[in-house]
């Protein structure tokens, strides 16, 4: 039962240069989202989608770009890294948008970038 | 946006101390959620609140929430060295997940 899965775990960048972190759930659920964690500020939503073919902003998109080619893929792109997006990035998912409640987290992917 | 406060920050506690902390916003939900992150791990939901005034348990968990909407609380008992681990608030209105800041919990033993 394979949940969440995110990969790689651990990546180091330089400034600009680009890297996908990849995001795939078993649970055919209509709604993926990424978040970025970063101390003291919680988790904030960088984009989602609520389904395969549609994508929408969240609350911090700057700098990332995300596709929903299909139902269980939802890959987040960084084009040109830079330090600030140094942080632990989250992959999550939910059956709607809309259903109350249970998001079901990946592990985490930490990107450093130099 | 709306945003949450989240309190404390961070809490040291012997074992089989009882925990409590707390979420505030300026802005009302809906729905109210409390989940835990384990290290290196994402975070997993543990009780989800979804009327004003209500008071739910989960094992020794217990949240409520708030009257006005705006607030909630989760209460731990009786704590455990597993217990440790950093635990987020978080408020959905409609479409509209926000998370706090986190309260990161240690327990000695």
């Known amino acids: 039962n394979a949940g969440v899965t995110q990969t790689p775990k651990f990546q180091v960048l330089k400034t600009g240069q680009s890297m996908t972190l990849q995001c795939a759930q078993d649970?055919?659920?209509?709604?993926m989202s990424w978040y970025r964690q970063d101390p003291g500020m919680g988790l904030r939503l960088i984009h989602y989608?609520?389904?395969?073919?549609?994508?929408d902003q969240g609350e911090v998109p700057n700098g990332y770009n995300v596709s929903r080619s299909t139902t269980e893929d939802f890959p987040l792109r960084l084009l040109s890294a830079a330090p600030s997006q140094t942080s632990v990035y989250f992959c999550?998912?939910?059956?709607?948008?809309?259903?109350?409640?249970?998001?079901?987290f990946g592990e985490g992917s930490r990107l450093t970038v130099l | 946006g709306q945003q949450l406060n989240q309190s404390p920050q961070s809490m040291f506690i012997q074992e089989g101390e009882d925990v409590s902390m707390n979420c505030t916003s300026s802005s009302i939900f809906n729905t109210w959620l409390w989940y835990k992150q384990d290290p290196g791990e994402g975070p997993v939901l543990l009780i989800a609140l979804y009327k004003a005034g209500e008071l739910t348990s989960n094992g020794r968990l217990t949240a409520q929430f708030g009257i006005t909407r705006k607030d909630s609380f989760l209460n731990i008992s009786a704590s455990i060295p597993s217990d440790v681990g950093i635990y987020f608030c978080?408020?959905?209105?409609?479409?509209?997940?926000?998370f706090g800041a986190g309260t990161r919990l240690t327990v000695k033993p």
């Open positions: 978080a408020g959905q209105l409609t479409n509209d997940m926000r």
């Open positions: 649970m055919n659920h209509e709604y």
């Open positions: 999550a998912s939910s059956y709607s948008r809309s259903s109350t409640g249970e998001l079901f």
């Open positions: 989608s609520v389904g395969a073919g549609i994508t």
